[in-house]
T-cell receptor, first 113, second 114 residues
């Protein structure tokens, strides 16, 4: 079963707007990672945020983590048509060994030119 | 590009057949994980190999098996294929299997079972 749940399932915006995607999870985590996937291809790692961190930035990406609410958000600022993709959060849980990622079902982002 | 390669890119098999998918990990990475991604879903963990030993397994039946070789490349074998096995199969390599290691994904193999 999927542990992470992304919201919304689909998001359509205009180029230049900001896009916010949310992820909730049910059990405790060691870290949470965000990935991007273009049209059924491989996953590209975006950001890893640890359970003791609250916010991380990478270029136009900003990820926040609220462990009390068991939720995370990914903000893409000044979106571009090339940002059109599916975005997944994946948790690395404390209850599992190794580096087994548990993914949500993703948010399909469409950025219209 | 992550440096992780997978072959073949696509293949079509018939129900009941067997299939082998291959993954070449990024240089220096000793851990390979395999994931199955059905259409419209997030990837699901199949199993992980660390230094040629299985290091964790997801909720997949025994007909899903794997190998990791001394050069850390890996194979995923699926026997007695079922229609529900149609999916994108992703492998990911990492420097280790601890909590802080990022996983680098290959482009995937699209398997269609008819």
């Amino acid at each position: 079963s999927q542990q992470g749940e992304e919201d919304p399932q689909a998001l359509s915006i205009q180029e230049g707007e900001n896009a916010t995607m949310n992820c909730s999870y049910k059990t405790s985590i060691n870290n949470l990672q965000w990935y991007r996937q273009n049209s059924g291809r491989g996953l590209v790692h975006l950001i890893l945020i640890r359970s003791n961190e609250r916010e991380k930035h990478s270029g136009r990406l900003r990820v926040t983590l609220d462990t009390s609410k068991k939720s995370s958000s990914l903000l893409i600022t000044a979106s571009r048509a090339a940002d059109t993709a599916s975005y997944f959060c994946a948790k690395l849980g404390r209850e599992t060994s190794g580096s087994r990622l548990t993914f949500g079902e993703g948010t399909q982002l469409t950025v219209n030119p | 590009e992550t440096g992780v390669t997978q072959s073949p890119t696509h293949l079509i098999k018939t129900r009941g057949q067997q299939v082998t998918l291959r993954c070449s990990s990024q240089s220096g990475h000793n851990t390979v994980s395999w994931y199955q991604q059905a259409l419209g879903q997030g990837p699901q963990f199949i199993f992980q190999y660390y230094r040629e030993e299985e290091n964790g397994r997801g909720n997949f039946p025994p007909r899903f098996s794997g190998l990791q070789f001394p050069n850390y490349s890996s194979e995923l074998n699926v026997n007695a294929l079922e229609l529900d096995d149609s999916a994108l199969y992703l492998c990911a390599s990492s420097l280790g299997w601890g909590f802080d290691y990022e996983q680098y994904f290959g482009p995937g193999t699209r398997l269609t079972v008819t």
